[in-house]
């Protein structure tokens, strides 16, 4: 199904990231990630519903249920309209996808603040960035006054372009690419996780321009410096807790890159690709000097179209194998849970997320205050952590579903040590 199909028709196929997610939903691994923005004054819940309705019309792909059919899940497209929900105790809790009237994403408002939540089913961090920036200009221009200038931001009365839709993965993988190597089981916390629900969360809102004159110091990027401290951070954990009785094994931080920067795209839905740095613990201890050189050159390297279209191939050529068509879709989610297990879970120690700079015109900024990230909680990994910058200010996010804290208060004593002052703030 082309993109004009997807564009035309009443449903469209999941795109090739998507079908890992759809199988592994639970009360703890829900896939469900918040992107949120904190105006300046309070917010008025029956403009952010017109605001909501305008712009789930300009994004079509994400007014859809999912549905399941015999051999895979596929996205039913529908004129019903979502509605504003007040705040959660929690952030990301579990969406009940699997229902016949549920949309794949949510908008709360509480306060000051507009958050939306999606499944990783439906878009990721730069498709859900997209539709936040619409609704609250759109929100900003219902509540405040009209905005000649949008700048990037798409606007509710533009032209849905096609490709949009795309499934990006398939148009771009290469059928004779090497199948990528295997990596070794990862260092993980040993720690119990929490009733399904909890979601503890921990914000650092700190000045970007503090970090950002280390990083120039060093000659390296303010995520490496991020890579480096989440890293170090573990290692000290490590060799702190010999009570645990840990193994030495390799810490792996899953870092997602946005593909549409190598491979041009204008999709709305999944296209993001997974780097694994890693220190192997193996080796002995790591300065953060160490730490630095080793990420900041990893990700140059492994940030290439040859590097990563492997990856990309090998994702896609799954789903392409005849047999893998006609096996039914409750045998698939099986065989992808173990694949996510195998590929994923067992492999990585933690992730950190960077969606970048948000950019915002100068006029709609003076009523926005930040915007922040929360990464979907994930029972293996326990601990991870979102970044987001917007202006002047950088807020660093750790999700975690268990009890214990001593990740969190390593890394940002760490970035305290390095003279950065920090504002935190937490839902607990």
Request: glycine share 4%.
């Amino acid at each position: 199904m082309d993109n004009k199909n997807n564009y035309e028709n009443d449903w469209f196929k999941l795109d090739n990231v998507s079908k890992i997610f759809a199988p592994i939903i639970s009360a703890h691994s829900t896939t469900v990630f918040r992107l949120s923005v904190t105006l300046k004054e309070p917010i008025k819940v029956n403009n952010l519903q017109q605001a909501l309705i305008n712009t789930i019309k300009r994004f079509p792909y994400f007014q859809v249920y999912l549905r399941r059919g015999f051999f895979w899940y596929y996205l039913e497209r529908t004129n019903d309209f979502p509605n504003i929900l007040p705040e959660s105790k929690y952030p990301c809790e579990k969406i009940p996808v699997k229902g016949r009237k549920i949309f794949l994403f949510r908008v709360r408002s509480f306060k000051n603040r507009i958050s939306c939540e999606f499944c990783h089913i439906l878009t990721d961090g730069m498709g859900a960035i997209n539709f936040l920036k619409t609704l609250t200009a759109e929100y900003l221009t219902l509540t405040y006054e009209k905005f000649d200038d949008w700048g990037d931001i798409i606007k509710t009365d533009s032209n849905i372009d096609p490709e949009e839709f795309e499934d990006a993965s398939l148009k771009y993988y290469q059928d004779n690419a090497p199948h990528p190597k295997s990596l070794s089981k990862a260092f993980h916390l040993p720690f119990k996780l929490l009733k399904p629900g909890i979601y503890y969360v921990i914000t650092g809102i700190t000045p970007i321009d503090k970090i950002e004159k280390i990083a120039k110091e060093k000659k390296v990027t303010i995520n490496d410096i991020l890579l480096a401290l989440l890293f170090d951070s573990y290692q000290e954990f490590f060799y702190n807790n010999k009570k645990y009785k840990l193994k030495k094994r390799p810490i792996r931080i899953i870092t997602p890159i946005n593909l549409r920067k190598l491979f041009p795209s204008k999709t709305m839905r999944n296209f993001i690709h997974i780097l694994l740095p890693e220190i192997d613990l193996r080796l002995g201890k790591f300065t953060f000097d160490e730490i630095l050189n080793k990420v900041h050159h990893y990700v140059r390297i492994e940030s290439t179209k040859k590097s990563i279209l492997p990856y990309l191939s090998r994702n896609v050529k799954g789903e392409k194998y005849p047999f893998v068509r006609i096996v039914p879709r409750f045998i698939k989610d099986l065989y992808l849970n173990f694949v996510h297990y195998m590929e994923g879970d067992r492999i990585s120690t933690t992730s950190l997320s960077n969606l970048g700079v948000v950019k915002m015109p100068d006029k709609m900024s003076e009523y926005i205050e930040y915007f922040d990230f929360i990464p979907s909680p994930d029972p293996a990994l326990k601990c991870s952590c979102g970044v987001i910058s917007f202006k002047d200010k950088i807020c660093i996010s750790f999700g975690r579903i268990i009890k214990e804290s001593e990740i969190e208060k390593i890394f940002f004593t760490k970035l305290i040590k390095l003279g950065i002052p920090i504002k935190i703030i937490s839902n607990y």
